[in-house]
């Protein structure tokens, strides 16, 4: 097994998303000591969910980008929704001044941005072939046996 993968009890697994997430409105809330304590909470918080990494953080001035591996025991809808409203609860406690902005204490859009990252798609097509293909050989040395 290549190191890439990783482990739970019943499972291997490379289980790794590209997600954006941005504020209500696009504003351009992510500066200097703002965007660096997103970023540091955002890690923190993402450390607290069992064998959840965050590979990439790169915070714009309108969006968040995270490159994250995350076990098949949590849908990725569910991380997002905790993050989301962690993150957010900790911005309001600490930025007095957003609460302001988003009077309503609605931070995120409703929805992200997420896909996949994993092998590449021509990679996988031509290792189920050979897979197939490796099948059949074995089948056929296994029927040799009996003639």
Not at 18 to 39: S, W
Not at 72 to 86: C, D, E, T
Not at 126 to 140: L, M, P, R
Request: aromatic share 12%; net charge positive; glycine share 4%.
């Amino acid at each position: 097994m290549s190191k890439r993968f990783k482990k739970l009890s019943h499972t291997i697994y490379e289980c790794k998303y590209h997600i954006v997430i941005c504020p209500k409105y696009r504003f351009r809330i992510f500066k200097d000591d703002i965007a660096e304590y997103a970023k540091q909470q955002a890690i923190i918080l993402c450390h607290q969910k069992e064998l959840m990494e965050v590979l990439e953080l790169n915070v714009q001035l309108d969006h968040i980008h995270l490159v994250m591996s995350i076990p098949p025991k949590y849908a990725v809808s569910s991380v997002m929704g905790f993050l989301k409203g962690k993150l957010s609860l900790r911005l309001f406690q600490r930025y007095e001044k957003l609460g302001k902005r988003y009077w309503g204490r609605h931070l995120w859009a409703r929805g992200y941005c997420v896909s996949t990252v994993g092998l590449n798609e021509q990679q996988i097509r031509e290792y189920v072939k050979w897979q197939e293909k490796k099948e059949k050989e074995i089948e056929q040395k296994q029927l040799n046996i009996f003639k």
